[in-house]
């Protein structure tokens, strides 16, 4: 036992190269990994490479790289869109203010149009997401798969699809996981083109093979993606885009 005196000018231990803190010169001398730079679409795409992708399925890295090229022709698209959309966003302004998720949003100019709502919005194309960025940049807009929400169970109040179920992979799973991701009693809105019961079916059944190299279902019927029947559906009229579109209020 050392006395206090003794115990000041005690040495401190001898650190043999062993137990030296920094580790042993063939590990110092190899260079550190560089640390990942921030990824940029802009930068990504002017040297012709494609963003990474949170997808949950190479159907759905398909898709997203699809809506990355066909960004640019997209307000063609909108012509037929945009009209019944609009409608229906008039609609959900109404409502009581809320948490409001949009899966698919597109390029997102029509993200202005909601008056009281909190929005979040994601698709799986990153060039949509930058554009949906830049038109609203209040909103929390993700790139992340419909199929496979990053978001806890019912965390919103309104959750919208327009024009994304004909063009996923799988249908049943995002309506899976839409229903998911609402509270009890919230609501998920539908808008889509639907294959009629007259003869313009015999049109949409043609057109199947074309569409479905175009990410597109042709032949589209909400009531027969399975698992709808959990959801209590609500035709709202009238039908918009040309007479093509259909528009659900779902209730959970
Ligand atoms: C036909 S566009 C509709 C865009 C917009 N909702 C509108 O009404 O104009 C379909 C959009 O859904 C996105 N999308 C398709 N499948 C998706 C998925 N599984 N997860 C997230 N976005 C998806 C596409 O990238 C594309 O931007």
């Not at 307000?75 to 698919?104: H, K, M, T, Y």
């Not at 327009?162 to 998920?188: C, I, K, N, Q």
Request: glycine content about 6%; overall charge positive.
């Amino acid at each position: 036992m050392l006395a206090p005196e003794q115990r000041r000018h005690a040495q401190p231990p001898r650190v043999t190269r062993r137990h030296a803190a920094s580790p042993p010169p063939i590990f110092r001398d190899l260079p550190l990994p560089a640390p990942p730079l921030p990824w940029s679409d802009d930068l990504a795409s002017s040297v012709g490479m494609s963003p990474p992708v949170a997808v949950s399925s190479p159907a759905n890295a398909a898709v997203a790289e699809f809506y990355n090229w066909v960004f640019s022709l997209y307000p063609l698209v909108d012509v037929f869109c945009s009209p019944g959309r609009l409608q229906l966003i008039g609609r959900i302004n109404q409502l009581p203010a809320g948490r409001l998720l949009e899966i698919g949003v597109g390029p997102g100019r029509h993200l202005r149009h909601y008056e009281r709502h909190h929005i979040t919005a994601i698709d799986c194309s990153a060039r949509m997401v930058s554009s949906s960025r830049r038109f609203s940049p209040a909103s929390d807009i993700r790139q992340m798969d419909g199929e496979a929400l990053g978001f806890p169970d019912a965390s919103f109040d309104y959750v919208a699809l327009f024009h994304v179920l004909s063009t996923t992979a799988d249908p049943a799973r995002m309506l899976a996981e839409s229903r998911r991701v609402l509270r009890p009693g919230g609501r998920l809105f539908v808008l889509n083109h639907e294959t009629p019961k007259n003869a313009w079916r015999h049109l949409d059944r043609a057109l199947m093979p074309l569409a479905r190299r175009l990410h597109f279902r042709s032949w589209f019927r909400l009531g027969e993606i399975s698992g709808i029947e959990i959801l209590h559906q609500n035709q709202l009229g009238p039908r918009g885009g040309f007479g093509l579109m259909t528009a659900y209020s779902l209730e959970k």
